[in-house]
């Protein structure tokens, strides 16, 4: 009977069951409690051999801990990946409940928008020893048209706030 009750859990308890759940903590702030159930997610495709869904959610990772991150090096990086994995992705549940799927492109332009800041800025160029240029150029054969463009923006702004 115990089996059974635990079996029937298991079910209720899907991966995307989870993995909802937890883009819902992230949402509400709750990111420690996100990274759980993400990862317990994960556990759950890995069991499905879900590479898809486990692609998306290892983003979905990323993205909450870009906001458990204090150093402006390891954000650069987050930044980076996401940028990389999200542009290999068709297809993504948004980080914005009702977290339906989405084109991978809208959120990786909507994440940026807010995160743009990263790349280009002064102190994270000087401690990193990364030119604003050299991250374009690595980034431009992965990166939308529009990104590039909003980036290149970003920098802009950034170099004729220090002149």
């Known amino acids: 009977m115990l089996r059974l ?3 029937l859990i298991e079910k ?3 991966g995307d069951h989870v993995y909802v759940k937890g883009l819902s903590q992230a949402c509400l702030g709750y990111h420690g409690k996100a990274m759980k159930l993400l990862e317990e997610a994960a556990e759950r495709y890995r069991k499905e051999e879900s590479v898809e869904k486990l692609a998306r959610l290892r983003v979905h990772q990323l993205m909450v801990k870009y906001q ?3 150093s402006p090096i390891e954000k650069q990086k987050i930044v980076e990946e996401v940028v990389l994995r999200l542009s290999k992705l068709g297809e993504i549940e948004s ?3 009702p977290f339906a799927p989405r084109d991978a492109r809208e959120v990786l332009r909507n994440w940026m928008e807010e995160k743009a800041f990263v790349i ?3 102190a994270v160029e000087t401690v990193a020893g ?3 240029e050299a991250i374009l150029a690595e980034l431009e054969s992965t990166l939308p048209c529009e990104l590039l463009g909003v ?3 970003a920098g ?3 170099k004729q706030m220090r002149e």
């Open 5 to 7: 009750w635990r079996g």
């Open 12 to 14: 209720i308890r899907s």
């Open 68 to 70: 458990i991150q204090r």
């Open 95 to 97: 980080p914005e409940p």
């Open 120 to 122: 280009g800025t002064g």
């Open 130 to 132: 990364i030119e604003e």
């Open 151 to 153: 980036l290149a923006g």
């Open 156 to 158: 802009e702004g950034e």
